[in-house]
């Protein structure tokens, strides 16, 4: 199976901020990589889908990039409604499975 | 608007089974690439199994499989998952979502059904 990294596990931030989490494969799902936002006690949202297109409906501060292996989810000026878990996902269509990165949490600083 | 309701879940023993259904609505059912994601409290996310658009092909993760049944009814617009052999480690919160397509992510998720597996 693919596994998926993500760093860093938690991240504190202030409104304004500029936020920049990595996601890392263990072997390339060229751009078949997505990004989900969840609340507590909520289903997850997406995001991004094929590396840096943005789902309809989600503000332009979010924006994705990468190819291969390494991967980012930028948020460009952190707002109030972003404070939340961040989980990559790659869904190469190639592969038998799917996999989540573990996780990162956008804290308040 | 689409709309994915789960339902099944509940409180049951290690060793037992359960069966959660996924009822869609909004959307042409049997079209769409269907999968069941899980959440073990506190913990991150895991996808479990997916299905074809015509139930013909399955697949699912490595850490349930042999335990793990998916299934559809596109005349029912619903779709399934049995899983047996239940574990305290499978106690989690099991979400159905759907994609247009295999080429695309999870775009539209259920709320979440909570199992917990407790003697």
């Known amino acids: 199976d693919i596994q998926m990294t993500q760093s860093p596990s938690t991240l504190s931030a202030s409104v304004g901020d500029r936020v920049t989490i990595t996601c890392r494969a263990s072997?390339?799902?060229?751009?078949?990589l997505a990004w989900y936002q969840q609340k507590p006690g909520k289903a997850p949202k997406l995001l991004i889908y094929t590396a840096s297109s943005l789902q309809s409906g989600v503000p332009s501060r979010f924006s994705g990039s990468g190819s291969g292996t390494e991967f980012t989810l930028t948020i460009s000026s952190l707002q109030p409604d972003d404070f939340a878990t961040y989980y990559c996902?790659?869904?190469?269509?190639?592969?038998?499975?799917?996999?989540f990165g573990q996780g990162t949490k956008v804290e308040i600083k | 608007e689409v709309q994915l309701v789960e339902s099944g879940g509940g409180l049951l023993q290690p060793g037992g089974s359960l069966r959660l259904s996924c009822a869609a609505s909004?959307?042409?059912?049997?079209?769409?690439?269907m999968h069941w994601v899980r959440q073990a409290p506190g913990k991150g996310l895991v996808w479990l199994a997916r299905?074809?658009?015509?139930?013909?092909?399955?697949s699912s993760a490595d850490s349930v499989k042999g335990r793990l049944t998916i299934s559809r009814d596109n005349a029912r617009n619903t779709l399934y998952l049995q899983m047996n052999s239940l574990r305290v480690e499978d106690t989690a919160v099991y979400y159905c979502?759907?994609?247009?397509?295999?080429?695309?992510?999870?775009?539209?998720w259920g709320q979440g059904t909570l199992v917990t597996v407790s003697s």
């Open positions: 979502a759907r994609g247009r397509e295999l080429r695309f992510p999870m775009e539209s």
């Open positions: 072997q390339s799902v060229s751009t078949w």
């Open positions: 909004g959307l042409t059912f049997s079209n769409q690439w």
């Open positions: 299905i074809h658009p015509d139930g013909t092909a399955t």
């Open positions: 996902q790659q869904y190469n269509p190639y592969s038998p499975s799917s996999t």
